[in-house]
């Protein structure tokens, strides 16, 4: 969970990791779906099973800023700056780089076309991908914008949160690691009101938090605010830290996640937004009784350990065989899973597999040559 080798891993959180990884790639399968619906112009586009996946990346950020207090806050003395960077830069630029190449490869699979059907030329795509390495982002219109729908990141389009993740270490590393508790607890104060106001008020104008991915005004605000809310509220926890001892907390903690990110769209009721109050709920309240009741297990499995290990590879590299599946999606004008589960559970298996292969072969193998 973290890349400290002095301190234990909190295992029931790497594992809560993994399961909301795994929701994540679900939550996909039925934005594919809604997609497609979207592009073809025969339906509503309304994800309606693990609605509330995408906040599965507020968890990340919540858990992140947690267990980076957590490894490094008592280490300062005998740490420089520079080498906390590369410390975070080995634990997750590998895998970065390898989603950028799987993200290039499936989009020259795919026809390296734009979503409008225009053609990229190959110079274009390898530029993009060399950008991507160096998570160099595509502005909306920019010539590296190959798939034409704004993402920061084209070939692979989650890395969006990965750019923010970096950025959070920045500011963790520079700025908010020497917050005293006090300081902290009214930084993140500030930071869940403004959270609050912009959640509630609809500010994306999505009707939901699924905002970041792209680099107009409003994303990029509410990117920083999505990421440095939960961050900074998770070092908070990590330095305030109660245990609350329950019975069978992996299963307890694990129904909570898996329920909570499953609740169906909640839409406007006389002018209340409901989505957005529950947004909030879940990262003000949810979120961090989850956290808690993980941290305050010692409980270790196998299972435990793979499903964490795997979290971040399956996270990093599935979407690029997700826009292929989308591709099929509009393509063959299928918009449930009914009419295509075969092939949706192929794409689950493949991308955890894929993962899998690519942690023992790859990321792990490297990190240790880099460390």
């Given amino acids: 969970m973290t890349d400290s080798k002095s301190k234990q891993h909190y295992q029931i959180l790497d594992a809560l990791r993994g399961i909301a990884a795994i929701i994540v790639v679900c939550y996909h399968i039925f934005e594919g779906f809604s997609f497609a ?131 959070g270490n920045i500011f963790y590393a520079l700025f908010i690691r020497r917050l005293g508790t006090k300081i902290l607890t009214l930084l993140v104060i500030l930071l869940g009101i403004l959270h609050s106001i912009f959640t509630i008020g609809n500010f994306s104008g999505y009707g939901n938090l699924g905002v970041g991915w792209t680099f107009d005004t409003i994303n990029f605000f509410g990117g920083m605010l999505r990421m440095l809310f939960p961050f900074s509220l998770g070092m908070l926890i990590s330095r305030r830290f109660k245990a609350i001892k329950l019975p069978y907390p992996f ?11 499953s609740v169906p769209y909640l839409s406007v009721f006389n002018a209340i937004n409901l989505n957005g109050i529950y947004e909030s709920i879940c990262i003000i309240v949810i979120f961090p009784t989850i956290l808690t009741i993980g941290a305050s297990s010692k409980e270790k499995s196998k299972l435990s350990q793979t499903l964490g290990e795997l979290s971040y590879p399956l996270y990093i590299i599935h979407y690029p065989i997700m826009y292929l599946f989308y591709q099929w999606l509009i393509k063959t004008k299928q918009y449930t899973l009914s009419e295509t589960y075969p092939i949706a559970i192929f794409v689950v298996i493949l991308s955890i597999v894929l993962a899998f292969i690519l942690l023992k072969f790859y990321d792990k193998p490297l990190r240790e040559r880099l460390k």
């Fill in 251 to 261: 299963l307890i903690s694990s129904i909570l996640l898996i329920t909570t990110l």
């Fill in 37 to 167: 619906q979207i592009t073809n112009q025969a339906g509503d586009g309304l994800i309606r099973t693990f609605n509330h996946g995408y906040l599965a990346v507020d968890f990340f950020f919540l858990l992140s800023g947690f267990v980076i207090n957590y490894a490094y806050n008592d280490r300062w003395n005998k740490m420089t700056t520079i080498s906390f960077f590369r410390r975070r830069l080995i634990r997750l630029h590998p895998m970065l780089i390898m989603g950028a190449f799987i993200g290039l490869v499936c989009f020259l699979i795919g026809g390296s076309n734009q979503w409008s059907g225009t053609t990229i030329p190959l110079y274009i795509s390898i530029i993009t991908f060399i950008l991507t390495c160096f998570m160099i982002p595509a502005l909306p219109g920019s010539f590296n914008e190959v798939r034409g729908n704004g993402e920061l990141f084209p070939l692979n389009g989650p890395m969006w949160s990965l750019f923010f993740e970096y950025i």
